[in-house]
Nanobody
Framework: QVQLVESGGGLVQAGGSLRLSCAASGSIFSINAMGWYRQAPGKQRELVAALTSGGNTNYADSVKGRFTISRANAKNTVDLQMNSLKPEDTAVYYC??????????????WGQGTQVTVSS
């Protein structure tokens, strides 16, 4: 059983900043990657940023230069620093972890989501 605890969403004015955090725990042998996705009303869920265990990052073009994903000091935790926020960043943000359990199988697990609202 795996748990993802997300925090840091909220309401901010355009141009402001928010920091999202996601902590994974439970039956995780090793983590391949952790990342953040978002889904706005009427749109498909999309990748925002991801960080692999090897330290590689991947960002959506729309957030490059504004968002930064990084490992936090706490184990199995990633942070997403979001700067220069725009109204179009408004969405529910979901944490995702791709991990391997002790049985060797690879799993994909999602958090419950946290709302980010950017007012103009």
């Amino acid at each position: 059983q795996v748990q993802l605890v997300e925090s840091g969403g909220g309401l901010v004015q355009a141009g402001g900043s928010l920091r999202l955090s996601c902590a994974a725990s439970g039956s995780i042998f090793s983590i391949n990657a952790m990342g953040w996705y978002r889904q706005a009303p009427g749109k498909q869920r999309e990748l925002v940023a991801a960080l692999t265990s090897g330290g590689n990052t991947n960002y959506a073009d729309s957030v490059k230069g504004r968002f930064t994903i990084s490992r936090a000091n706490a184990k199995n935790t990633v942070d997403l620093q979001m700067n220069s926020l725009k109204p179009e960043d408004t969405a529910v943000y979901y944490c995702n972890v791709k991990y391997r359990s002790s049985n060797g199988y690879l799993y994909d697990y999602w958090g419950q989501g946290t709302q980010v609202t950017v007012s103009s």
